[in-house]
């Protein structure tokens, strides 16, 4: 078979992982404390994004007291314990082996501090489809830019057929710096309409990104 893609860089959080109502309910604890009312997960969906600091704002937070570091540590002692039991996004595994067995080099692309992230790939068995897996060197949770840059030097994609698929405003922000074409699944962190003010091309599922973006049957 004829291979489409030269190389697939995946987003972890919402994408690979169906993480949404463990970030969500780690965010209401988080609102508990603070006396604010919880966020529905549609609420929540409409509003999460980059810089994490717009997005607490938008719940409700008065940041004036609070530290970026403080916040990123209280969410993850809240989400990390709950992550091992979070599965794969339904079809993402047919789409991993499909994407190996036509030679598409893959990799993890995240926000995810690395060492955590490299945890939560290995534990959901599919740490052998992936060339390399990029995370942060902290917990903030801010622009993965940087970290696709290195990605794309160390592995030579610049001028080769890549796809990225997120399920992010900003996975479309890092895809377009980075010269490669983007698949958006609203599925994950953002609602449909959130992904869709980007003006990319929006899917409701992996089942629906294999035809449309001609991806290894």
């Known amino acids: 078979m004829q291979k489409r893609w030269d190389a697939i860089i995946w987003d972890f959080n919402g994408t690979l992982v169906d993480d949404v109502d463990l ?4 965010v209401n604890r988080m609102l ?3 006396r604010l009312p919880a966020a529905p997960r549609d609420v929540y969906r409409s509003v999460f994004g980059f810089p994490l600091s717009e997005y607490y704002a938008r719940l409700g ?9 403080g916040l990123a ?10 992550l091992p039991k ?21 990799f993890v692309l995240s926000a995810l501090e690395e060492f955590a992230l490299r945890q939560a790939v290995g534990n ?16 903030l949770g801010d622009s993965k830019l940087e970290r696709g840059r290195e990605l794309s030097r160390r592995h030579e994609l610049g001028g080769r057929r ?3 698929i997120g399920d992010m405003d900003h996975d479309a922000e890092v895809a377009a710096a980075l010269g490669f074409e983007v698949a958006l699944v609203a599925q994950g962190h953002q609602s449909g309409e959130r992904l869709r003010a980007c003006g990319c091309r929006v899917l409701g599922s992996f089942r629906e990104l294999e035809s449309e973006f001609d991806l290894p049957k």
């Open 32 to 34: 508990s404390r603070r």
């Open 86 to 106: 979070c599965e794969l996004q339904d079809g993402v595994r047919e789409i991993l082996d499909r994407a190996a067995r036509a030679g598409s080099r893959q």
């Open 61 to 69: 937070m008065d940041l004036s007291g609070e530290t970026m570091q």
């Open 124 to 139: 959901l068995g599919i740490a052998d489809r992936f060339v390399a897996i990029y995370g942060l060197d902290h917990r």
């Open 73 to 82: 540590d209280e969410f993850h002692e809240e989400y990390l314990p709950g």
């Open 162 to 164: 890549v796809l990225f």
């Open 23 to 26: 970030a969500l309910a780690a």
